[in-house]
């Protein structure tokens, strides 16, 4: 693999203005994105730069996409009291934190009836359908994704 190949997938938004900078648990500052739609990023989930920590928080209007294992959703949360489903960016699929199928109250967006008598399943079912039609992230991913599910 050659040295340009392991960049970070969101080296090639250096130039495009970030929504904020927050600091991570290691000290260091971190850009986050807001709706990104820019080309080379989606090139760059797509075709081999490390999507390592590459995270995402996904709210019913608007995608917030940062690169680090040092900024946590949780901390993005905290520090700017946005909150919305938690998500990793990989390069075909999207994983999903399971708190959304836990905790769906927290979720009116896509959660929209009474989901308290359904089985874990058909939340999933529920949610994977909201992210597959998901304008936001159908931008990034112009040939499809899968979703995933992570703890």
Same mark, same amino acid.
């Not at 920590?53 to 949360?77: K, M, P, V």
């Not at 994983?95 to 769906?104: A, C, F, G, L, S």
């Given at each position: 693999?050659?040295?340009?190949?392991?960049?970070?997938?969101?080296?090639?938004?250096?130039?495009?203005?970030?929504? +904020?900078?927050? +600091? #991570?648990?290691?000290?260091?500052?971190?850009?986050?994105?807001?709706?990104?739609?820019?080309?080379?990023?989606? !090139?760059?989930?797509? @075709?081999?730069?490390?999507?390592?920590?590459?995270? #995402?928080? %996904?709210?019913?209007?608007?995608?917030?996409?940062?690169?680090?294992?040092? %900024?946590? @959703?949780?901390?993005?949360?905290?520090?700017?009291? *946005? %909150? #919305?489903?938690? *998500?990793? /960016?990989?390069?075909?699929?999207?994983?999903? !934190?399971?708190?959304?199928?836990?905790?769906?109250? @927290?979720?009116?967006?896509?959660?929209?009836?009474?989901?308290?008598?359904?089985?874990?399943? =058909?939340?999933? +079912?529920?949610? =994977?359908?909201?992210?597959?039609?998901?304008?936001? /992230?159908?931008? %990034?991913?112009? !040939? #499809?994704?899968?979703? +995933?599910?992570?703890?």
């Amino acid at each position: 693999m050659r040295l340009f190949e392991i960049q970070k997938a969101t080296q090639c938004l250096n130039e495009t203005p970030s929504f +904020t900078e927050l +600091t #991570g648990r290691d000290g260091l500052a971190y850009q986050v994105w807001k709706n990104p739609t820019k080309q080379e990023f989606r !090139n760059a989930i797509k @075709h081999g730069s490390s999507t390592d920590g590459l995270r #995402g928080l %996904l709210t019913g209007t608007d995608l917030y996409i940062w690169q680090s294992i040092n %900024l946590l @959703h949780a901390d993005f949360e905290r520090d700017t009291t *946005i %909150l #919305g489903v938690r *998500i990793a /960016l990989r390069s075909d699929e999207v994983r999903v !934190n399971d708190e959304t199928i836990d905790q769906p109250e @927290h979720f009116p967006w896509i959660f929209t009836k009474d989901v308290f008598d359904m089985d874990i399943e =058909a939340r999933r +079912t529920i949610v =994977a359908a909201w992210l597959l039609s998901n304008d936001r /992230l159908n931008r %990034l991913y112009a !040939n #499809g994704f899968k979703v +995933t599910w992570y703890s």
